[in-house]
């Protein structure tokens, strides 16, 4: 009687080859790797598996290449631009040893070409595949720590914390200063990094004949891109894609300057970064014309054209102002806006306000913070809202920011689908969205509104480039006129947020929330926490911008000093409820309810 | 048409703070000013004259009644609307300068012209005339209106109230706190307001001015008009 494992012995002799992945590991990777081809540029999680090499050695180009390599292929591996180093070498070998597949170093014999570093010189054919051995997947990682906010960013396309990085690059250095992982724009939807080849090799990869696979093992990440893909590289309008460049640097061996170039040795000589090639260049056995055509030589640095230039090249996007509609004249309008924290919604209102003297619902326990709030505000009006701590008049305005979700209500803006469309009903993205271009906040703390690790130019770079601005200069003209209006020094643009005093960076917070000129500015007590002289100058700076521009202004405040100054008009909250409305001198001289009367008579002493 | 119309104007005050009391300020106004009148209100203190100055620009908001504009009634408009007829259609003078903290007299007086339909540059050439007329001393034209004096403040609010006149102008003691040599070109001022058709709702405690000036004398006690005539029958008997 024969055994089982004995029967299953015997017919694997002929139908399985030894291999590292199981072929469960390989269909995921591969149903993965379908996926990144479909949505080109994104980044598709897979479940990584334990290789024979440690991770950061090419793990995840191993994992890709042993998953879509077949016995009739032909693998090339490379590292470094270098097919006889150790790493290339072994990894090799074991492709070959455990799949069956021939190896070589031809690339033109390759059928698939596992790399770290570089994109072979050799022009990469339609058939080709090109597996990148990735070490940092994420593009975002420099410019954002948490994972769900980068997965937000790409779920939104939401890059503007990139361009802010070229931009502070751009300030610092005078050029963009980052090499390999290059960030590009795949197919005009998703960023990504193309680690890890050099700028040389970015260009290789627009509207490729090839399949370019990248495979981050310890991140267990698996993006691709397809032939004939669009992949721009993130760059200014009028500061262009540099690619490197060693002036009067060429191959010792080969003595051509038209390739990717390293240092051979300490005696300050260059040698081809592509050993195949130079070999193949020494034995004439490579197309040299061909080669010139592809290298990037156009994009070699032009210090003519670098940041030279002051004018504007692009137009600055221009937001249309909506064409007020007839009857309605308010740019925001609130209708019974409500919040409740806990359990119940609607029901627990009952019981609670100023009347009851309390916030807190006595059947739910739930605290009633805002309720049936309601105003508009028209264009070039000023809107105040006061009210004790705990009055819930910040809480209704993080409702109509965004930062909270309402329990009730309806928030419309006349610049968003001429006021038809409940913000309320949008997704979060949306309201994001509008809060670029439509309607700006000025928080408390700057540090809510502004990257403080960012240069003062740098953090209105970020609110320009995300409603579309892609000119450096027409970026920095921009700032330096806001800067200028909000007083704060041009000498001090370039500096980090976090070296400026507390009414500078509240400058700076609203030099930003104005840069898009936005229809409605929504100001949650812009001068508290500032010192009595210095708060006085910021709101003489809001007083002055908010009387020459045809702005609606909400101003949130505790204080009657603020309100006075700012507003024409005014809500009185308190435990919740506006519980007062009218002009602001009228409030301030002839109050009607109590607790008004209680908070003027308070603000008098 | 009369310019401005008070019809049955009621007003008193709910002080929640002090146990609830009300007390009582305008008893049923009615009171009519036509264009290029100069109606000078008069009566003891307490009588309600700042009261209806105040209810006419709503920094009262009257309990019952009628204020109209023209055509407009104000006592209902909503406050959007009243902001915007503020300063734009009538003004309001009172004794003291409401101006926003830190700005100077021309910058002040300007942003009044401005709000009345003048173009910037204009503007300044408005307030830099009216100022003048008001002999307040170009020097002081740019300083912060909190270092001025009370005669230099009083100059500046009255500036601003008068400059390019609106249809209205409700002045609360406007001249109370000037020297003689100052008070005559601020009273030439006032008169002169007449000359561009504008009504006038005043409120002056003393006698010469309103003589002067006044085309009619009101004469208010405890919330009510108790008399009206000319300056020449009325003011003898105060």
């Given at each position: ?605 | ?6 019809r049955a104007l009621r007003k008193s ?13 305008l008893h049923g ?26 209810c ?5 908001l009257p309990d019952s009644g009628s204020v ?7 006592t209902s ?162």
């Amino acid at each position: 009687m024969t055994s089982t494992l004995d029967a299953l012995a015997a017919t694997a002799e002929d139908t399985l080859t030894l291999g590292i992945l199981d072929e469960g590991a390989k269909r995921e990777i591969r149903r993965a790797t379908l996926t990144a081809v479909c949505v080109p540029g994104y980044q598709v999680p897979f479940g990584s598996r334990e290789m024979p090499v440690a991770r950061g050695w090419g793990s995840g180009g191993l994992q890709i290449t042993l998953a879509v390599i077949g016995a009739d292929d032909t693998v090339k591996v490379i590292d470094q631009g270098d097919d006889a180093g150790v790493n290339a070498t072994n990894l090799r070998r074991m492709i070959a040893s455990t799949t069956g597949c021939a190896d070589t170093a031809d690339t033109r014999e390759a059928t698939i070409v596992q790399t770290r570093h570089r994109v072979p010189e050799e022009h990469l054919a339609d058939g080709q595949v090109l597996v990148l051995q990735v070490p940092v997947p994420e593009p975002l990682r420099g410019v954002q720590k948490s994972v769900v906010e980068c997965a937000r960013m790409h779920a939104e396309g939401d890059y503007s914390a990139m361009w802010v990085s070229l931009y502070e690059d751009l300030v610092r250095n005078g050029m963009i200063t980052r090499t390999t992982g290059y960030p590009v724009l795949v197919d005009g939807r998703y960023v990504l990094a193309t680690t890890p080849i050099p700028r040389w090799d970015v260009p290789r990869l627009h509207d490729s004949e090839h399949l370019s696979l990248f495979g981050a093992g310890r991140e267990k990440r698996i993006y691709a891109i397809p032939p004939h893909t669009d992949v721009r590289p993130l760059t200014f309008d009028d500061v262009p894609f540099e690619v490197e460049y060693t002036p009067g640097a060429a191959c010792v061996l080969c003595g051509h300057d038209d390739v990717f170039l390293v240092a051979a040795g300490t005696s300050g000589a260059y040698a081809c970064s592509d050993t195949e090639w130079c070999a193949r260049v020494r034995e004439a056995d490579a197309d040299l014309t061909a080669h010139r055509d592809r290298a990037p030589l156009h994009l070699l640095p032009d210090p003519a054209t670098r940041l030279t230039g002051t004018t504007t090249t692009t137009p600055r996007p221009q937001r249309a102002r909506p064409a007020p509609t007839p009857g309605q004249d308010w740019a925001l309008r609130v209708d019974g806006l409500g919040k409740v924290f806990g359990a119940g919604g609607a029901d627990a209102v009952p019981g609670t306000g100023p009347e009851s003297g309390s916030a807190i619902s006595p059947t739910t326990g739930a605290i009633v913070a805002a309720w049936d709030v309601s105003f508009d505000v028209a264009p070039g009006e000023a809107l105040g809202v006061i009210g004790e701590s705990g009055s819930g008049k910040s809480t209704a305005l993080a409702c109509v920011i965004g930062d909270e979700q309402a329990t009730a209500g309806t928030v419309r803006l006349a610049a968003l689908d001429e006021g038809r469309t409940d913000l309320l009903t949008l997704p979060p993205e949306a309201r994001r969205r509008l809060r670029i271009d439509s309607m700006a906040v000025v928080h408390q703390n700057p540090a809510a509104g502004l990257d403080l690790r960012v240069s003062a130019g740098g953090n209105i770079a970020e609110r320009l480039t995300a409603a579309g601005w892609r000119s450096y200069h027409g970026i920095r003209e921009r700032a330096a006129e806001l800067l200028d209006r909000v007083e704060v020094p041009l000498s001090r643009m370039d500096d980090p947020v976090r070296t400026f005093s507390g009414g500078m960076r509240q400058r700076v917070q609203i030099a930003k929330a104005l840069a898009t000129e936005p229809p409605v500015l929504l100001l949650d007590e812009p001068t508290t926490g500032l010192d009595a002289s210095v708060a006085a100058g910021v709101l003489d700076l809001l007083r002055g911008l908010l009387s020459e521009r045809d702005i609606a202004a909400v101003v949130v405040s505790h204080d009657f000093a603020v309100i006075e100054a700012l507003t024409d008009r005014t809500l009185v909250m308190q435990l919740g409820r506006v519980v007062e409305r009218g002009l602001t001198d009228q409030l301030f001289h002839d109050p009607h309810h109590p607790y008004t009367q209680r908070l003027v008579a308070a603000a008098r002493r | 048409m009369p310019v401005l119309s008070i019809r049955a104007l009621r007003k008193s005050f709910t002080l929640h703070t002090i146990d609830g009391r009300t007390v009582a300020s305008l008893h049923g106004v009615d009171l009519d000013v036509e264009e290029a009148e100069h109606v000078a209100l008069a009566g003891p203190s307490g009588a309600g004259k700042s009261s209806l100055l105040r209810c006419v620009h709503r920094t009262y908001l009257p309990d019952s009644g009628s204020v109209r504009l023209g055509d407009t009634e104000l006592t209902s408009l909503p406050d959007r609307a009243m902001a915007r007829l503020r300063g734009r259609e009538f003004g309001y003078v009172s004794q003291f300068l409401s101006a926003p903290p830190r700005t100077g007299p021309l910058d002040v007086v300007a942003a009044s012209a401005r709000r009345r339909g003048l173009d910037p540059s204009e503007a300044r050439d408005a307030a830099a005339d009216s100022l003048r007329r008001l002999n307040l001393d170009e020097t002081l034209w740019d300083v912060d209106c909190s270092v001025l004096s009370g005669g230099e403040r009083q100059r500046v609010n009255l500036a601003a109230g008068t400059v390019r006149p609106p249809r209205l102008l409700l002045l609360d003691e406007p001249v109370s706190a000037l020297d003689p040599a100052n008070r005559e070109a601020a009273l030439d001022l006032i008169e002169a307001l007449r000359e561009h058709g504008v009504a006038v709702l005043a409120v002056f405690h003393d006698l010469d001015a309103m003589r002067r000036l006044a085309t009619r004398v009101v004469l208010m006690r405890d919330g009510l008009i108790a008399d009206q005539g000319a300056p020449a029958d009325l003011l003898e008997t105060v």
